[in-house]
């Protein structure tokens, strides 16, 4: 089992990126998946989770209104749409997936057996 994240950049503040989330060895229809942060100095933290049957979005409270997280089943690709970006998002994103049912969307890390290498972020002008 492989994940990759990727689409991680330089951009201004207020600016925009989409991350992508693929797999090898592994059905995203079966997992739930998170995305995570780590900024330089600080432990990471979980920012958004898609549960399997995608009806249970969850988003930590800094990034609501501004991230959205989606999956294309044919694509087996889970993406992270970030906007009004801030110099604080600047950080490594990791995805990762758990298989805890249905309707988990949590946002601990532990809780995530299956981690992929990460992509840096960049908000600065």
């Known amino acids: 089992l492989q994940l990759q994240a990727s689409g991680g950049g330089l951009v201004q503040p207020g600016g925009s990126l989409r991350l992508s989330c693929t797999a090898s060895g592994l059905t995203f229809e079966d997992y739930t998946i998170g995305w995570f942060r780590q900024a330089a100095g600080k432990e990471r933290e979980g920012i958004s989770s898609?549960?399997?049957?995608?009806?249970?979005?969850n988003y930590r409270d800094s990034v609501k209104g501004r991230f959205i997280i989606s999956r294309n089943t044919d694509k087996n690709t889970v993406y992270l749409q970030m906007d009004s970006l801030k110099p604080e998002d600047t950080a490594v994103y990791y995805c990762?997936?758990?298989?805890?049912?249905?309707?988990?969307?949590?946002?601990?890390?532990?809780?995530?057996?299956?981690w992929g290498q990460g992509t840096l972020v960049t908000v600065s002008s």
């Open positions: 898609l549960n399997t049957g995608m009806t249970r979005p």
């Open positions: 990762a997936a758990a298989n805890l049912g249905r309707e988990f969307n949590g946002l601990a890390p532990s809780w995530y057996n299956y």
